[in-house]
T-cell receptor, first 115, second 112 residues
Framework: GAVVSQHPSRVICKSGTSVKIECRSL??????MFWYRQFPKQSLMLMAT?????????EQGVEKDKFLINHASLTLSTLTVTSAHPEDSSFYIC???????????FGPGTRLLVL | SQKIEQNSEALNIQEGKTATLTCNYT??????LQWYRQDPGRGPVFLLL???NEKEKRKERLKVTFDTTLKQSLFHITASQPADSATYLC???????????WGAGTKLIIKP
């Protein structure tokens, strides 16, 4: 089955630093990947759609200059949280659509804690 | 606006019984609906997809129904086991490109 990995799984950083999260599709190519944020006991919130070879599409209210997305290849998308603040602490999850573009395959998530 | 509702309260079920979770939606006519399982600290895992022209779909101990008149989907786990304990999310495809609209999930606890 389709496997998506994320790295790191957990990161703790100081306020004001930048953090990069990698999302890789291991056994398939993904021209599109999605980045979500999830707070405890809440639904997945789509932040942006990452498109290989073009700019990411951001959801309303998500700052594109703060959450930089780069879809460098057909198997790699990165999310960089710039100048992180404690309110950015959350669970970040990426996903990629399956072959039929209906289901989504999720990475294991990255827990970010900004001190 | 499009809205999906799942019971926010945890559902406690005795092992061996059937667990039934509900997903309701409004202002929406989805082509299909999906159910995912999410364990704590992990990403969701796809379970089942049901299309608008399908009434019911089964996979092993799982069964999903889809009533487009009631705008509701029910997710059943028969012969439930403690290992079935998790949060279950329903998701509908939005009208735009490949995006899914997510419910907040229902936490299911199967007691031995």
């Amino acid at each position: 089955g389709a496997v998506v990995s994320q790295h790191p799984s957990r990161v703790i950083c100081k306020s004001g630093t930048s953090v990069k999260i990698e999302c890789r599709s291991l056994d398939f190519q993904a021209t599109t990947m999605f980045w979500y944020r999830q707070f405890p006991k809440q639904s997945l919130m789509l932040m942006a759609t990452s498109n290989e070879g073009s700019k990411a599409t951001y959801e309303q209210g998500v700052e594109k200059d703060k959450f930089l997305i780069n879809h460098a290849s057909l198997t790699l998308s990165t999310l960089t949280v710039t100048s992180a603040h404690p309110e950015d602490s959350s669970f970040y999850i990426c996903s990629a659509p399956g072959q039929a573009q209906e289901t989504q395959y999720f990475g294991p998530g990255t827990r970010l804690l900004v001190l | 606006s499009q809205k999906i509702e799942q019971n926010s309260e945890a559902l406690n079920i005795q092992e061996g019984k059937t667990a039934t979770l509900t997903c309701n939606y409004t202002n929406y006519s989805p082509a299909y609906l999906q159910w995912y399982r999410q364990d704590p600290g992990r990403g969701p895992v796809f379970l089942l997809l049901i299309r608008e022209n399908e009434k019911e779909k089964r996979k092993e101990r799982l069964k999903v129904t889809f009533d487009t008149t009631l705008k509701q989907s029910l997710f059943h786990i028969t012969a439930s086991q403690p290992a079935d304990s998790a949060t279950y999310l329903c998701a509908l495809r939005s009208d735009s490109n490949y995006q899914l609209i997510w419910g907040a999930g229902t936490k299911l606890i199967i007691k031995p």
